[in-house]
């Protein structure tokens, strides 16, 4: 069910919210830009959906797939 | 609906947790340490990171630290309420529940260590994960309230950061690091003991054994005295490592002979003399010794920036 009327306590408990928000989107913000970081610096990106993962294929004689 | 109504009319009458007091939980002052001592060890160690993975890795050794903070008000709420200093905190003032601060803590604890092992390597996040635990479990749970020596135990926890600031860059422990660690943890005893000889503290109502209730002032001055002499070649030997230069052990030598001949007066004097002067000596030594610490990290990255720049190699 829907909240339609604000509570006192929205009011009261209004800074923690936001705080809370902020902290969260920051924490997003982070990981975001720490994954950009790390693909700039040359980390291995690897896709998991029905894609063979190239760190865990076999290496063949010779070194050549 | 009516559980929800039951419930805030319930919580009305209840001191309000705001956000600043889960942010307290963390202790921000020490937290602001363990930034300073975190920066320095990761901009002194050999290689480099990102600015966004440098930022990342100071930003959740710091919310570890925090993390630590968190976990020390949850056990240790029921001596909080006894000590004045202590009994305005979030848990003794009733504002944030026991429950809350333990399960801020140990989420904290779990995010910040993954998180700096993700962005940095797994040697640094296991230190900061040894951190936590040395602090939360060995220091508050264990130690706090069995020895004299806590002061001394206690300051190892918070000696790790520069050490784990150094293993995010480099992936390692080295002697730089350890000397590093060596500093802080030798500082940290002088640093507290002096400033427990002139605060009036109600420890042992608390019933927390501190060196100047359970070994006496003069033992305690003694200490003090043994512990700066035993600071000052670890202080001067840092400047003899890879990471030392003419900033650091020229700041070295003068701010160690300073730190001896302050902590050489504060043993010197009985109680009548400090009392007659209001403990001017034990005074002007934790003035110092906080400049002192700021000011051996600080030139560390002067000489570190210098050498960087290309003016000297060392």
């Known amino acids: 069910m829907p909240i339609t009327e604000t509570h006192e306590l929205h009011k009261r408990r209004l800074g923690r919210n936001v705080g809370v928000a902020l902290s969260l989107v920051g924490f997003a913000a982070i990981v975001f830009g720490l994954t950009i970081a790390k693909i700039q610096e040359g980390a291995s990106m690897e896709a998991f959906d029905h894609q063979p993962r190239v760190s865990v294929t076999p290496v063949t004689e010779g070194g050549d797939q | 609906m009516s559980d929800a109504t039951v419930n805030t009319e319930v919580q009305t009458g209840a001191p309000?947790?705001?956000?600043?007091?889960?942010v307290l939980?963390?202790?921000?002052?020490?937290?602001?340490?363990?930034?300073?001592?975190?920066?320095?060890?990761?901009?002194?160690?050999p290689g480099s990171l990102s600015p966004m993975v440098g930022f990342t890795a100071i930003l959740f050794i710091a919310l570890g630290g925090g993390a630590s903070g968190a976990l020390n008000m949850w056990?240790?709420?029921?001596?909080?309420?006894?000590?004045?200093?202590t009994k305005g905190r979030p848990v003794p003032a009733g504002k944030v529940t026991g429950g809350e601060a333990l399960s801020i803590g140990l989420w904290l604890s779990v995010i910040s260590v993954a998180m700096l092992g993700l962005a940095t390597n797994w040697v640094a996040a296991g230190l900061l994960a040894f951190t936590i635990f040395f602090y939360a479990v060995i220091y508050t749970m264990w130690l706090k309230r069995a020895t004299p020596q806590n002061i001394v135990i206690g300051g190892a926890a918070g000696a790790f950061p520069p050490m784990i600031g150094w293993a995010a860059v480099t992936g390692g422990v080295s002697i730089e690091s350890v000397l590093m660690f060596g500093l802080i943890f030798m500082w940290t005893p002088p640093h507290f003991?002096?400033?427990?000889?002139?605060?009036?503290?109600?420890?042992?109502?608390?019933?927390?054994?501190?060196l100047t209730v359970t070994h006496g002032r003069k033992e305690t001055r003694r200490q003090v005295w043994i512990y700066s002499l035993l600071l000052?070649?670890?202080?001067?030997?840092?400047?003899?490592?890879s990471i030392g230069g003419p900033i650091y052990l020229s700041a070295a030598i003068v701010l160690n002979l300073i730190f001896v001949l302050r902590a050489y007066a504060v043993w010197r004097r009985d109680e009548a003399t400090a009392e007659a002067d209001s403990y001017a000596a034990e005074k002007r030594l934790f003035k110092f010794s906080l400049s002192y610490l700021f000011l051996h990290f600080g030139a560390l990255m002067a000489d570190a920036a210098m050498r960087a720049a290309g003016v000297w190699g060392w």
């Open chain 2, 16 to 22: 309000e947790a705001r956000f600043g007091d889960y």
């Open chain 2, 25 to 45: 939980l963390l202790k921000p002052r020490v937290m602001s340490l363990v930034v300073f001592t975190a920066l320095a060890g990761l901009l002194v160690a």
């Open chain 2, 75 to 85: 056990y240790d709420a029921d001596i909080d309420r006894i000590m004045k200093r």
């Open chain 2, 193 to 210: 003991w002096a400033l427990a000889l002139f605060m009036k503290s109600d420890y042992h109502e608390a019933k927390v054994p501190m």
């Open chain 2, 232 to 241: 000052a070649p670890v202080a001067l030997g840092l400047g003899l490592t």
